[in-house]
Each structure stands twice: as structure tokens, then as C-alpha cells.
């Protein structure tokens, strides 16, 4: 009895270790460990690569983010129909700032940490674009602007150039420069003038500092300067009238379009007739549509000319006009454009989309021939880059006017043969007999708020 006892206990026990051998046929699966995760590195390799859009959207620079987007569009279609990067697709993902610079740092968190973007495009406006640096610097995530430009979106408050963080645009330093040299050796001849700048905005208070910095250096003096607040002001006419009693050439306003054409039409209506002259910043079809005639005859710098013959820029506005229903692009378009070029052209250099390959790539880039021109990126991360200046003609027609080529004096633009400018950004090509876009300024100035970064 003991000896089957025993016996049965044997069978028993080698019963139970059979029972719990994990089982490996029809598919039920074994307790082995888990493969190791793949590394970031391995997972960048394969699929499509993702660019991270942070652009106005919406809110009081939206026209701005909005062309921005057409513009960077435009190429990732482009790039994908040609067959990618490296072979790979890239998958667009698009983040609305809504022109707020919290909400901008907050669209780079999620682009980086919920979205997996390998790279990041954007924002439009400076201050929202130092926002986005912050978070894109940290996260050491490639991160290009296609049209911020204050001097501090690439740096570091130590004055170092941030690493990760790039722009495809000139900085307000170079355009301030400009823009004081074009007031005494261009079409105005100006010996003394007014600015009049928006104390809310990185991007104006930038461009007022070099001015004042670099007139007297010109041959330009400052006979008055005061400030407002786009983020609550619109009616200027105190301020402007602090300005009337002064003997001046030029009123200087370094703004956005919404702001500069309420100050146009108010300052018109006061009776200031001096032409007035400004940044980057004025390049929208609201200006026209706005101020009308009371913007002609002013002049702004600018990313690029519509009636430059340059086959890259010719190029581009053909494509861009068949793409978005005829209408002759701004230069937050071209930017848009040139910022999804340049860094498709940098992971393709870097040979992966390593965030240290690509950062190195970026940091080399020298004459690469995008829409608004050649671009060399400088050890602070800016572009160097010319410069334009526009001049609002006739029926808010833009005419090329100056250019400035980086470390280069001022020359008037060549000859073109749109001998009437091309029609204001944004605008379809008017029929024969008509003016060129844009309609008559409403009596009090437009109330709506511009951009405050």
C-alpha cells in the first residue's frame, strides 16, 4: 500500500509541473520577457516624419499664422509628391496658438510630449515665438521660426545662442538698421523723424531700440517717440497730435497692419501728411482693405517682392496662386514655405531625424536657395538674408522699391515688368480698368485689435 502511495504521489507531482510549463503551440503565448522597447533612435527610421506646426491660427495675428500655413502646405505637398525625405512622408500636425504666448508654449508641450514631433515649426509673431523656444530648447527638440524676429527668440538670456532654435527670416536688428537708412538715403530723404511704437509688442520695441540706437549714426534725428498698447488702444489721436506740432519727414511706426492702419487713418484725418514707414509686420491684405488711401505712399521692409524675377520667387507665386484661388502670396507665405524646405533639406543632410544630426545640419546651412531668396543660418542662428523695401502705390499696389543685401548698403530695386507693382498680398489680380485690391478706409479706422507679440 505504501509503495502506490508513493507511487500515485510521483505521477501526481510530474502531473502538475507538465500543467504549469508555460504552453507555446496555437498561438498562446509564452511567459518570456517582453523585447526591449525600440529606441527613439530606431523608431525615427522608419514611418512618416513628423513636423509640428505652431502658427496664429486664430486670434489678432491670424492672417498672419494663416498664410504662414498655406505656405508650409504648399511645400510638405510638394515634398511627399516627390517622394518624401530619405523616402518617408512627412505627416503634418497643426497647432493653433491663438496669437497668445501661453498658449504657444502650451501647443509645443503637446507637439513634443503627446504629438512625438520630431521636428517643430513655428510661431509667426516674436513673442510667441520666444514662448515656444523655451519649451522647444528644453525638450532639445529642432524647432525653425518662419518669421519671428526679435533678436531674442535664438538666444539665451546669457546672450548664447540657443541650440536647438533657428528662424529663416532676417532679425529686427538688421531690418531697424535698415529702416533708418532707407528713411535718409531712399526716395524720403529725411532728416528728422517721429516713432511712434507698440510698447506691448517684442517685436516692435525691438525694431524702436535699433532705430533710436543706430539714427544718429545715419544722419537721422529723433525729434519725438511715443508708444501704445495694442492690447487696449485704438483710438491715437492724443498721441498723434503730440507728433503734429513737430517739424518731421517721417513718422516711423514698427507695428502690426491692424494698429498701423487705425494710426493711418487717424492720422490723416488730423491732417499729418508726412508718409509714413514701418516693418515686416505691415505685410497683410488687412493694411489695404483697411486704410487705402490713406496708406499710399508709405513704405515697409520686407521678406520679399512680388515682382522679383528671381525664378525661385516667380516659381513659387505660380504655385502658390493655383493652389489658393488666385491670390498673390504675403510673405508670411513665402516664409511658411521656405522654413518646411529648409528643414526637410537639413534632416536630408543629417541623414536621420536625430535631434543632435539635425540641430548640427541646421546650424550648417549656407546659400541654400529657398523662395525668398539664398540662406546662410549665422552662429546665432539668424538668417542672413536681404532685405526689401515696399512701397504702397496706387490702389494699395506693392512696389519694389530698395534692397539691402546682409553687410551691404541700400539699392534701388531693378526694373520690373509690372511697371504698376503687384497687387497688395492676399489680393486676386484686379480686371482691367480697376484698382488693385483693397477698399475705401473706413472713416474711423478699423476697431479690430492687432497682434500684441
Not at 508726412?274 to 499710399?296: H, R, Y
Request: with cysteine.
Amino acid at each position: 500500500m505504501r509503495v502506490f502511495l508513493a507511487v500515485l504521489c510521483c505521477v501526481m507531482l510530474v502531473l502538475a509541473c507538465v500543467a504549469c510549463k508555460p504552453k507555446t503551440s496555437k498561438g498562446v503565448a509564452t511567459q518570456t520577457a517582453a523585447p526591449p522597447a525600440p529606441t527613439e533612435t530606431q523608431a525615427s527610421t522608419t514611418g512618416p516624419i513628423k513636423f509640428g506646426f505652431n502658427l496664429e491660427e486664430t486670434g489678432n495675428a491670424a492672417t498672419f499664422g494663416i498664410s504662414d500655413h498655406k505656405g508650409a502646405e504648399l511645400a510638405v505637398n510638394e515634398i511627399n509628391a516627390a517622394g518624401g525625405v530619405m523616402g518617408r512622408q512627412i505627416e503634418a500636425v497643426w497647432g493653433d496658438n491663438a496669437s497668445l504666448s501661453q498658449q504657444s508654449a502650451t501647443v509645443a508641450a503637446k507637439l513634443i510630449n503627446q504629438d512625438k514631433c520630431d521636428v517643430l515649426i513655428g510661431a509667426t509673431t516674436s513673442s510667441n515665438t520666444i514662448a515656444m523656444a523655451k519649451v522647444a530648447e528644453e525638450a532639445k527638440r529642432p524647432m525653425l521660426s518662419p518669421a519671428a524676429t526679435n533678436p531674442s527668440v535664438t538666444l539665451n538670456e546669457d546672450g548664447s545662442a540657443r541650440k536647438y532654435v533657428f528662424r529663416v527670416c532676417f532679425t529686427d536688428d538688421f531690418q531697424g538698421e535698415r529702416m533708418a537708412d532707407f528713411a535718409v538715403n531712399g526716395p524720403i530723404k529725411a532728416k528728422q523723424a517721429c516713432i511712434f511704437y507698440d510698447a506691448d509688442s517684442d517685436y516692435s520695441v525691438g525694431i524702436w531700440e535699433t532705430i533710436k540706437r543706430v539714427a544718429p549714426a545715419k544722419g537721422l534725428t529723433i525729434v519725438a517717440e511715443d508708444s501704445f498698447l495694442s492690447s487696449s488702444e485704438t483710438d491715437f489721436r492724443t498721441k498723434l497730435n503730440k507728433f503734429k506740432g513737430q517739424k518731421f519727414d517721417v513718422l516711423i511706426v514698427p507695428g502690426y497692419y491692424n494698429q498701423v492702419a487705425m494710426i493711418a487713418n487717424q492720422a490723416r484725418e488730423m491732417g499729418i501728411k508726412q508718409p509714413m514707414l514701418g516693418g515686416d509686420g505691415w505685410d497683410s491684405p488687412d493694411l489695404w482693405k483697411n486704410a487705402g488711401k490713406n496708406i499710399e505712399g508709405c513704405y515697409f521692409t520686407n521678406h520679399y517682392a512680388a515682382t522679383d524675377q528671381d525664378p525661385a520667387v516667380q516659381d513659387f507665386i505660380t504655385k502658390y496662386k493655383a493652389a489658393y484661388g488666385g491670390n498673390v502670396p504675403d510673405a508670411m507665405a513665402i516664409l511658411g514655405y521656405d522654413a518646411v524646405k529648409l528643414m526637410a533639406d537639413a534632416i536630408a543632410r543629417a541623414g536621420s531625424t536625430d535631434s543632435e544630426a539635425v540641430t548640427a545640419a541646421l546650424a550648417s546651412t549656407k546659400d541654400f536657395h529657398g523662395a525668398s531668396g539664398l540662406i546662410t543660418i549665422n552662429p546665432q542662428h539668424n538668417a542672413d538674408k536681404k532685405l526689401v523695401v515696399i512701397k504702397i502705390g496706387a490702389g494699395g499696389a506693392f512696389e519694389w522699391s530698395f534692397t539691402y543685401e546682409p553687410g551691404q548698403g541700400g539699392t534701388p530695386a531693378p526694373a520690373t515688368p509690372a511697371a504698376a507693382g503687384a497687387p497688395a498680398a492676399g489680393t486676386t489680380p484686379p480686371a482691367a480698368g480697376e484698382a488693385g485690391g483693397g477698399a475705401p478706409p473706413p472713416a474711423e479706422g478699423s476697431k479690430k485689435p492687432g497682434p500684441t507679440g
